[in-house]
């Protein structure tokens, strides 16, 4: 959900510990497109290009809007048991 730099701090903290696979992979869902979309075109055209992230680490999460969107996300991930689900 949208949120401050509390949210920012516990985003960072669970999509390191699956990129470095501390714990395994579930959902990171982050609700609300548009109030993301700044950070996201930075993780991609900023850090991406500078090589600090890989295509990869981009398939950890996963912005939506829509609740049967996020449902249907989460569920498919659990159901399939990996985490194809979140690919794009």
């Known amino acids: 959900m949208p949120g401050g730099l509390g949210t920012l701090d516990e985003l960072f903290e669970v999509l390191m510990l699956i990129q470095t696979q501390k714990i395994k992979p579930f959902p990171v869902i982050m609700v609300g497109k548009r109030y993301w979309q ?41 159901e399939e048991g990996h985490p194809k689900a979140l690919r794009r």
């Open 38 to 78: 700044g950070l996201l075109d930075w993780l991609r055209f900023t850090a991406l290009k500078e090589g600090k992230l890989s295509l990869k680490d981009l398939e950890i999460f996963k912005a939506m809007d829509e609740p049967d969107e996020i449902v249907r996300t989460i569920k498919d991930f659990y």
